[in-house]
């Protein structure tokens, strides 16, 4: 091999045998600092950040990722590809809670909830409740099996054990939260004329009971009408979080937006009065917003009725004199926007909703911005029979209590009635998916699937229908109730 002679330098330090270049020569990083002084001693400092970086070197080398290797389908699924979402249209319903979404999913999980463009109530939009249920479908806390007397239990003999205690429970009661699915109501039905003529009672934590009230005694008919807010140059609320949590806010949100956004073609905006006694989302959105008493609300109603009234040539109604702010110049607004205007109440007492009926009834608002003939179905809750039912429960008239999904132990106002009514029951069933406050305390769990494990169909409106379908087989061995 030819012997190379030819002679490499670091650069013209080197060259020129510069003192200071021959004086660190032998040190392998003479870049690096020293933590020497001259005399041969370091510095408190020097020495702190050669340990911290020697420290944080220790601790970075520590920190690596594990190697995790992906294991390929034996058989792979032909819908499926990995790192390639799926997409299926499914519907979220929980009590009076609705929405039309989009489920994402990876690898056959379903990871992410959006709304739903199709539907003509949320169009797309959800909210955080609707966006946080995926996380329950992974919740720990899911019951994996059914129970009989607080011990895992197989269905058959659970399926023997119901039929043989309701046969002979004698009167049976189902309990459940508004149900917005026509099949599953039609079935729950059909179950209880199967054993007795069960009756299906439902009920809401957060009750909309007033509305319905006052729309029989004032129409002769038990229904929530639809509220149509985009259509609403003026907007009155009485404690009604629209924006929020009142009926179906995901709906009222998107249809409120449009009539805040001014355009060449809408030059105007919608104006909003809100008069509330805690500040919610609607009231942080609205033009004037006047802190009223709870006490104070029915009244607020009866004084906006007399000043539209007087003005309209209707009869008032006597009621004591109350001095509430922007309620003349509410009562002006509404008057000047006659037919295209809203009124809406937060109350679930049923005398306040007649007069919010009346109040509409005055500015024509019927037919236009409200519409009983085209009615919803969520917060289908009576509160009367479900008072009745608790007091026939906690006297010990009721031989089998069934509850399907809700959790009236915890919920409800005479929730501590409801746990010592339980007991007295000969049997009690619960099909809710976790060990709650009241399936903790029935003799029989019998857990339904997960909304994204399920097959389902729903009404929320009058003519208006959703499905819902698996996104996921079922996670553990429960069973669609």
């Known amino acids: 091999m030819k012997e190379n002679k030819k002679t490499y330098w670091k650069g013209l330090e080197q060259l020129s045998n510069d003192p200071e270049f021959v004086k660190h020569a032998d040190r392998e990083f003479a870049e690096l600092p020293t933590i020497l002084n001259e005399d041969g001693s370091a510095s408190r400092r020097d020495f702190l950040k050669v340990m911290g970086f020697s420290l944080a070197a220790a601790s970075l080398a520590a920190c690596e990722a594990p190697i995790r290797k ?105 309990v459940a939260n508004t149900i917005l699915s026509p099949s599953t109501e039609k079935a729950l039905q059909e179950f209880g004329a199967a054993f007795g003529g069960a009756e299906l009672i439902m009920y809401d934590p957060i009750s909309n009971f007033g509305i319905s009230k006052a729309a029989e005694t004032f129409y002769g008919a038990a229904v929530i009408p639809s509220y149509h807010f985009d259509k609403a140059k003026t907007i009155v609320s009485f404690g009604a979080d629209f924006l929020g949590t ?80 922007n309620l003349d110049k509410a009562a002006a607004d509404l008057l000047a926007s006659n037919g295209a205007s809203l009124v809406v109440s937060g109350s679930n007492d049923p005398n306040v909703q007649i007069v919010i009926n009346a109040i509409n009834e005055l500015l024509g608002n019927n037919g236009a911005t409200v519409d009983f003939a085209n ?78 494990e399920s097959w389902n169909d729903f009404q929320p409106k009058q003519g208006q229908f959703s499905v819902s379908q698996p996104t996921i087989s079922p996670l553990f061995n429960t069973r669609q109730a």
Request: hydrophobic share 40%.
């Open 70 to 174: 992906a294991i390929p389908y034996v058989n792979k699924p032909i819908d499926i590809n990995p790192s390639i979402p799926n997409y299926y249209a499914s519907t979220f319903a929980s009590g009076g809670d609705y929405a039309a979404v989009v489920v994402k999913t990876r690898e056959g999980r379903p990871i992410k909830i959006d709304g739903n463009e199709l539907s003509p109530i949320n169009k797309g939009k959800v909210n955080a409740i609707v966006e946080a249920s995926v996380l329950s479908l992974y919740d720990k806390q899911r019951l994996a099996n059914p129970m009989i007397g607080g011990a895992v239990a197989e269905w058959a003999a659970l399926d023997t054990e119901v039929k043989s205690k309701l046969a002979s429970a004698g009167t049976v009661k189902i």
């Open 246 to 325: 009142w009926i179906s806010p995901i709906e009222f949100a998107g249809a409120y937006a449009k009539t805040r956004k001014i355009s060449k073609e809408k030059p105007e905006m919608s104006r909003h009065y809100q008069f509330e006694s805690n500040l919610s989302m609607t009231g942080a959105n609205a033009d004037y917003r006047t802190p009223i008493k709870a006490s104070q609300s029915g009244l607020a109603v009866l004084a906006l009725y007399n000043a539209i009234a007087s003005k309209s040539g209707a009869a008032t109604v006597s009621a004591p004199k109350v001095e509430i702010a």
């Open 375 to 452: 009615p919803v179905f969520f917060r289908r809750g009576n509160d009367e029979r479900m008072n009745q039912f608790v007091g026939e429960l906690k006297g010990g008239q009721v031989g089998g209590v069934i509850f399907y999904n809700c959790n009236p132990v915890y919920d409800h106002a005479r929730g501590a009635e409801i746990a010592e009514g339980i007991a007295k029951a000969k049997v009690s069933i619960s099909t809710n998916g976790t060990l709650d406050e009241t399936s903790s305390l029935v003799q029989i769990v019998a857990p339904d699937h997960h909304f994204l």
